[in-house]
């Protein structure tokens, strides 16, 4: 494992303060002035008489200051971005005594690591260590440091032929769709072959009708699709009588004829989501994840797309279509012409429809905790709540960095990734108008062989994955070492 | 919506409830915490309407402030001291912690304790 890192901006965290309180405030240190303080409200905050002095003082029991710290954490972290959240409480704790001793509530940090970070369980020792980690996760993509994880393939694979189409995370594992149908398992820390699946129905209706067009990882299985249609299913830790790839069980058969090619698919706990392009009408179908059972079909966001659609099966073109789906459920879908967002349990009914005057970018289309961000062909990107369609953030990309563009993003980043320069950006999106953090070059061994030209990115809250046509996966983890 | 009376309820046998003692709050301040749970159980509202609500109810003098808190923590009532907190957390945004101690009069326990 190489580390590297690019030069950026920068900026110093107190965070160091929240593991040992502070030593430099004593409570001789705090001045009791009398009279009106300064503050907003001087006619609210008149000189208090001693029995008030006693009161004001059994203000602060400890669940009261956990609740203000929450509350002071959350407002910063909503206003300022989520890594202000640490010095806003920093500035809590140092107070007085009372208020340092909430610091040590780990009940407090559970809470915050959950607001904030959206993290609902522990892998650290404490609640505490957990907040720690993931806000210098955070700040890592801020800053740009990172180390690069090379996927180690097994020695009897013959995978350098193969190209990857197809990526997914999730918190322990990178999953990799390839063009002839096997999906590939690595431990995404340490970059190890766990596994790799494969699928060997059907016929052939193209040299590229195997191509995997979505993984889906949830809790302990593995749910992957192919462009003919075809939906497998897998455990990831399930029982290994033979070493060696495993023939994961089909649970849907594939009908290209009648339905058309399976562009992509998506799906949570609950739902699979196959977005199609060759029939008119039939642009989505829906299964039950739990009964295997299709519960939906319609739609007609790809009837402009039909014939490009069965091109897919036969050339190793972009995709038609993009769709995603939600922790709530909503699916957004795009073409180049069309975004479209509707409820998994309603999908009759669509939320929003939108078009683009320049027209969108396939590619650009990427979720994360009920927002989405898409890019336009005139090189605007704009990140909205999927509920509401509220818009969050908005950035500008360079014509140049148009060019193979691939976008993807995480809590709180949009990530772009440009093949024609080999250059990946981190932008921040807490504001109206997103941020530039870093620009880092993406280099292919070393990078002496020239950049990496990238068909796929995906993104989470610790790490990014480009695979290319070129039959490379590079893994950049942000993660604190 | 308050655990400590919903608390009190579930462990007193039913025949023998006549009252619930909430000594440590005063009447004027049960009065706005009854009104508080009244409006959030109610139907009436629409979100943002509850919203505004709430942004007009915590918009209290701070000695008010101070005892609704010490009131939603005695009887457990969670949204109510997120909601007083966080008119708090507005009253101290952007200040140092000398700054917050010198505002709410803080001194350090240990000091304060000492001193009586």
Same mark, same amino acid.
């Given at each position: 494992m190489?580390?590297?890192?690019?030069?950026s901006s920068?900026?110093?965290?107190?965070?160091s303060?929240?593991?040992?309180?502070?030593s #430099?405030?004593?409570p001789?240190?705090?001045v009791d002035?009398?009279?009106?303080?300064?503050t907003?409200?001087?006619? *609210?905050f008149e000189?208090?008489?001693?029995?008030?002095?006693?009161?004001?003082?059994?203000?602060w /029991?400890?669940? $009261?200051?956990?609740?203000?710290?929450?509350?002071?954490?959350?407002?910063?972290?909503?206003y300022?971005?989520?890594?202000s959240?640490?010095?806003?409480l920093a500035?809590i704790?140092?107070v007085?005594s009372?208020?340092?001793e909430?610091s040590r509530?780990?009940?407090l940090?559970?809470r915050?690591?959950?607001?904030?970070w959206?993290r609902?369980?522990?892998?650290?020792?404490?609640?505490?260590?957990?907040?720690?980690?993931?806000?210098?996760? %955070?700040?890592?993509?801020?800053?740009?440091?990172? %180390?690069?994880?090379v996927?180690?393939?097994?020695?009897?694979?013959?995978?350098?032929? /193969?190209?990857c189409r197809c990526?997914? /995370?999730?918190d322990?594992?990178?999953?990799c769709?390839? $063009?002839?149908?096997?999906v590939r398992?690595?431990n995404?820390?340490?970059?190890?072959?766990?596994?790799?699946?494969w699928?060997?129905?059907?016929h052939?209706?193209?040299?590229?009708?195997?191509?995997?067009?979505?993984?889906?990882?949830?809790?302990?299985?593995?749910v992957? %699709?192919?462009?003919?249609?075809?939906?497998?299913?897998?455990?990831?830790?399930g029982?290994r009588?033979?070493?060696?790839?495993?023939?994961?069980?089909?649970a849907i058969?594939g009908d290209?004829?009648?339905?058309?090619?399976?562009?992509e698919?998506a799906?949570?706990n609950?739902?699979?989501?196959?977005?199609?392009?060759?029939h008119?009408?039939?642009a989505?179908?829906i299964?039950d994840?739990?009964t *295997?059972q299709?519960i939906?079909?319609?739609g007609?966001?790809?009837?402009p797309?039909?014939?490009?659609?069965?091109?897919?099966?036969?050339?190793?073109v972009?995709?038609v279509?993009?769709?995603? $789906?939600?922790e709530r459920?909503?699916?957004?879908?795009c073409?180049t012409?069309r975004l479209?967002?509707?409820?998994?349990r309603?999908?009759?009914? /669509?939320?929003?429809d939108?078009? #683009?005057?320049?027209g969108?970018?396939?590619s650009?289309?990427?979720?994360s905790?009920?927002?989405?961000?898409?890019? *336009?062909?005139?090189g605007?990107?704009?990140?909205?709540?999927?509920?509401?369609?509220?818009?969050?953030?908005?950035?500008?990309?360079r014509?140049?960095?148009l060019r193979?563009?691939?976008?993807?993003?995480?809590?709180?980043y949009v990530?772009?990734?440009?093949?024609?320069s080999?250059?990946?950006?981190?932008?921040d999106i807490?504001?109206?108008?997103?941020?530039?953090?870093?620009?880092?070059a993406?280099?292919?061994?070393?990078g *002496?062989q020239?950049?990496v030209?990238?068909n796929?990115m995906?993104?989470?809250?610790?790490?990014?994955?480009i695979s290319?046509?070129?039959?490379?996966?590079?893994?950049?983890?942000?993660s604190?070492q | 919506?308050s655990k400590?009376?919903?608390?009190?309820?579930?462990?007193?046998? =039913?025949?023998?409830i006549?009252?619930?003692?909430?000594?440590?709050v005063r009447s004027?301040?049960?009065?706005?915490v009854?009104e508080?749970c009244?409006k959030h159980?109610?139907a009436?509202?629409?979100?943002v309407d509850?919203?505004?609500?709430?942004?007009e109810?915590a918009?209290?003098h701070? =000695?008010t402030l101070f005892?609704?808190?010490?009131?939603?923590n005695y009887?457990?009532?969670n949204?109510?001291?997120?909601?007083?907190?966080?008119?708090?957390?507005?009253?101290?945004?952007g200040k140092?912690?000398?700054e917050?101690a010198?505002?709410?009069d803080?001194?350090?326990?240990?000091?304060?304790e000492e001193?009586?």
């Amino acid at each position: 494992m190489s580390s590297s890192s690019s030069s950026s901006s920068s900026s110093s965290s107190p965070l160091s303060s929240l593991q040992q309180p502070s030593s #430099s405030i004593t409570p001789s240190n705090v001045v009791d002035i009398p009279g009106p303080s300064n503050t907003n409200n001087d006619d *609210e905050f008149e000189a208090p008489s001693s029995s008030r002095q006693r009161a004001m003082n059994e203000v602060w /029991l400890e669940p $009261v200051v956990e609740a203000l710290a929450t509350q002071v954490a959350i407002d910063a972290s909503h206003y300022h971005g989520r890594l202000s959240a640490a010095s806003a409480l920093a500035i809590i704790f140092q107070v007085c005594s009372t208020w340092r001793e909430v610091s040590r509530s780990d009940l407090l940090w559970q809470r915050l690591t959950r607001r904030i970070w959206r993290r609902t369980y522990r892998l650290r020792d404490t609640w505490q260590l957990e907040y720690i980690y993931w806000h210098r996760t %955070a700040r890592n993509f801020t800053t740009g440091r990172h %180390a690069l994880v090379v996927p180690q393939y097994d020695p009897g694979d013959h995978h350098q032929a /193969l190209i990857c189409r197809c990526l997914t /995370l999730s918190d322990t594992h990178l999953a990799c769709g390839f $063009v002839d149908g096997t999906v590939r398992l690595f431990n995404l820390n340490t970059g190890a072959h766990i596994t790799t699946f494969w699928s060997n129905h059907g016929h052939l209706f193209g040299p590229f009708s195997q191509s995997i067009s979505g993984i889906v990882i949830t809790n302990s299985s593995l749910v992957f %699709a192919r462009l003919d249609g075809d939906i497998y299913m897998s455990l990831i830790n399930g029982p290994r009588p033979i070493p060696g790839p495993i023939p994961a069980r089909r649970a849907i058969i594939g009908d290209v004829v009648n339905n058309g090619v399976l562009v992509e698919f998506a799906g949570c706990n609950r739902f699979w989501i196959g977005l199609f392009a060759g029939h008119a009408g039939g642009a989505f179908q829906i299964w039950d994840a739990q009964t *295997e059972q299709r519960i939906f079909v319609g739609g007609s966001l790809t009837d402009p797309e039909s014939v490009q659609g069965w091109h897919m099966l036969t050339e190793l073109v972009e995709p038609v279509g993009r769709v995603r $789906v939600t922790e709530r459920e909503f699916v957004v879908a795009c073409t180049t012409s069309r975004l479209v967002c509707f409820n998994l349990r309603n999908p009759e009914i /669509l939320l929003r429809d939108m078009g #683009s005057t320049t027209g969108f970018m396939v590619s650009s289309l990427d979720i994360s905790h009920e927002v989405f961000v898409v890019v *336009e062909r005139n090189g605007v990107g704009t990140v909205r709540r999927v509920g509401n369609f509220e818009r969050v953030s908005r950035f500008r990309l360079r014509g140049s960095w148009l060019r193979g563009l691939l976008v993807c993003m995480n809590l709180g980043y949009v990530i772009t990734y440009s093949s024609g320069s080999g250059l990946l950006r981190v932008w921040d999106i807490h504001e109206p108008t997103a941020r530039l953090c870093i620009t880092i070059a993406v280099r292919d061994d070393g990078g *002496e062989q020239g950049h990496v030209h990238g068909n796929s990115m995906v993104a989470n809250q610790t790490h990014v994955a480009i695979s290319s046509n070129d039959s490379s996966i590079h893994l950049l983890d942000f993660s604190v070492q | 919506m308050s655990k400590t009376v919903k608390d009190a309820i579930e462990t007193i046998p =039913t025949d023998e409830i006549n009252s619930i003692s909430l000594s440590l709050v005063r009447s004027e301040i049960l009065t706005k915490v009854i009104e508080y749970c009244k409006k959030h159980n109610s139907a009436q509202m629409s979100d943002v309407d509850l919203m505004d609500w709430d942004v007009e109810f915590a918009n209290v003098h701070y =000695t008010t402030l101070f005892d609704l808190v010490l009131s939603a923590n005695y009887m457990n009532i969670n949204c109510l001291l997120d909601l007083v907190c966080g008119k708090i957390a507005d009253m101290i945004k952007g200040k140092t912690p000398g700054e917050i101690a010198k505002l709410f009069d803080i001194k350090d326990v240990s000091t304060y304790e000492e001193d009586n």
